[in-house]
Structure formats: C-alpha cells, structure tokens
C-alpha cells in the first residue's frame, strides 16, 4: 500500500532519531537523512537502476520560494516528490537569495528526498548577475572562449571567481553532511547557452573539466555528485560532449524535443553511461507507464517547475507518481 499525504515533522536529526510522520489518521515512524557521504547516494542509485526510479521536481525562480512547485506535487499527490530540484540563480534579486534556496535542499534533505542543484550561471565576460535574455542566454567569442579555458588568463581567472562565489552556500551543504547531485554547465550540447554548442576535447567538455577540478580539487567540495547532462537534441553526437569518467558520476538527459526520450535516445545515453547511472533530468511531461517499464535504467526524472501543471493533467502526474516503480519521498532508503 502507498503511504500518502506525509511529512516529516523533524528538523535536522542524528541518525539515531527518528521522525514522526502522520499518515492519514495514523502515526508512522520512519528514519529521515543523516549525514550522508555521496557514495551512499551513488551506491543507492545503482542499485535502484533497472527496478525504480525516483520522483522528482523542480524549483525554478524566484529563489525566495525555493518549493513552490514540490508543493504543488503534494497538492496533486498528496506526496512529496522523492528527490528536490534547485538552482543558484542569476538575476541580482534570486543571487541575493541564494541562503533560502540552501535551506530549503538541507530541510528537504532532512526530510527524505535527495537533492539537486543547477545553476544558470551567468558568463564571466560580465558582472556576478544578469539576465536570463543577454545573459545566461547569450554567446562568448570562440577567442573568449579559449581564454576562460586558458590556465592564469584573465578570464579563466574570472571564472574561478565566479566560482568562488557559490562556494560558502556549497560548503553549508557538506558541512550539514549534505550530498547534491551537481548540475551545472547543464544542456552543454545545446547553443542557447553561453557555455554550450561546443563539441570535442577543447570545448564545453573541458570547461566541465575545468568547473570540477576546481571545486572538488581546489575548495575540497567532496558532497558534490557531478551530474553531466545533454538535451535530447536530434542532431546527436553527444559523447563528443562527454568531459570522461574521471569527471563525471550521472549521466542525465534533457527532454525538451519530444515528450519522451526515445529507444534511439535512452540507447545513445546508455552507450555513454556505461555502468554509470543515468538520470531524466528535465521533463516537461510526465513519465508514462510505457516509459517506465521500458526505458528502466533511469533512476531518477525531474519535472520541470511550470511545467508540472502547466503542461500535465492531475490524472497524469498522479499516474507517475502511484506507479510501482516510482519512488517518492519516504520510500527512498539510503544505506
């Protein structure tokens, strides 16, 4: 039977204690999320690939309402989704926010769902904010370009700044024992980006290299679960995007083409995968049942904010998430 309609009551809680969950007109006691290193949750989605898949949704701007779209879910359900979908923003008022955004994923965190962040970062040929238009969405020169990747330069140098400035909100997130699944650079095949649309070794590859190496080498990030992602853009060729294994922990597809990922989708990712998991980390339509039995090496997927309503029936979103394979929050178990 679905447990539906609970929350966690706790707040950060040590791995002894447990939290008091209402479940309809009962109480139920289930074990919210320790301090956790990322290997757990690596090792979890592993051993859920094939068999389940984790809800999930995210939480686009404004930042000073970091689950306004997980609500929904619960408004529709009456569950909460199993994994928590964030961003560090761009626009001066969302950066200014940032903190709640971090305190949402540690309350979601403590509360039973995993947590991802993306970050729509704005260029380092400009200020620390921008807007979407012009910014995020905008183009370097490829002489630009060569110079972020270029080790010292000044815009090389900028981007490292830029770095630095999400590093105190990241570092909350470890020391709360907080693994994320990190997503950035994200749709790197895609050219409506600044940092994307360029393919092979010295490309946006390398600036994923360059992004990781810094965070996790540098400034000792170890909580973070390096999420490499690509659209579902039918020109294909997306290993040519694929900065390796060295650097990469997920593999993850965006599906903004078609409704679903097709078989010639799901088996170039798998190709890429290898052994890795792999995640459907944007959707603007709900997983169907046809999908679920038979793409099932995906161990998560993420609706899109808007799209949850915008674009989904109520009869369609609870279909997903009443699915046995589905797996919300309460029912994901970490080691």
């Not at 105190?168 to 649309?197: C, I, K, T």
Request: proline letters at 6%.
């Amino acid at each position: 039977m679905r447990r539906i309609g609970y929350r966690f009551v706790s707040a950060f809680a040590a791995p002894a204690v447990v939290a008091v969950l209402l479940a309809g007109p009962t109480a139920e006691l289930a074990q919210a999320f320790p301090a956790t290193p990322k290997q757990s949750v690596l090792n979890y989605l592993s051993s859920i690939s094939g068999h389940h898949i984790v809800s999930g949704q995210h939480n686009k701007e404004p930042a000073s309402l970091p689950g306004r779209y997980t609500q929904q879910v619960k408004d529709v359900t009456g569950q909460y989704p199993g994994l928590w979908g964030g961003d560090l923003m761009f626009a001066a008022d969302d950066v200014a926010d940032r903190q709640r955004v971090v305190d949402q994923a540690r309350t979601e965190w403590a509360n039973g769902s995993l947590v991802s962040l993306t970050w729509h970062v704005c260029p380092p040929t400009g200020g620390s904010t921008c807007a979407f238009e012009g910014g995020v969405k905008s183009s370097v020169s490829n002489a630009q370009f060569t110079q972020i990747l270029t080790e010292g330069s000044a815009l090389n140098n900028a981007w490292k700044r830029r770095l630095d400035e999400v590093v105190p909100y990241l570092q909350q997130l470890e020391d709360a024992g907080v693994p994320v699944l990190f997503r950035p650079l994200h749709e790197m095949n895609e050219s409506w980006n600044w940092w994307g649309n360029r393919p092979g070794a010295n490309g946006s590859a390398r600036l994923y290299q360059i992004t990781r190496d810094y965070l996790a080498g540098s400034k000792g990030l170890d909580h973070l679960i390096w999420v490499w992602n690509v659209q579902d853009n039918p020109a294909g060729g997306w290993s040519t995007y694929y900065p390796g294994d060295p650097y990469v922990d997920v593999v993850s597809l965006d599906v903004w083409y078609k409704n679903h990922p097709s078989s010639a989708d799901y088996q170039q990712l798998r190709s890429i995968a290898g052994t890795k998991p792999m995640a459907l980390a944007e959707m603007g339509r709900m997983p169907t049942a046809s999908l679920l039995e038979s793409q099932t090496r995906w161990s998560w997927f993420m609706m899109w904010s808007e799209q949850l309503r915008g674009n989904n029936t109520n009869a369609e979103i609870q279909a997903a998430y009443f699915h046995p394979r589905v797996l919300n929050q309460g029912e994901v178990t970490l080691p």
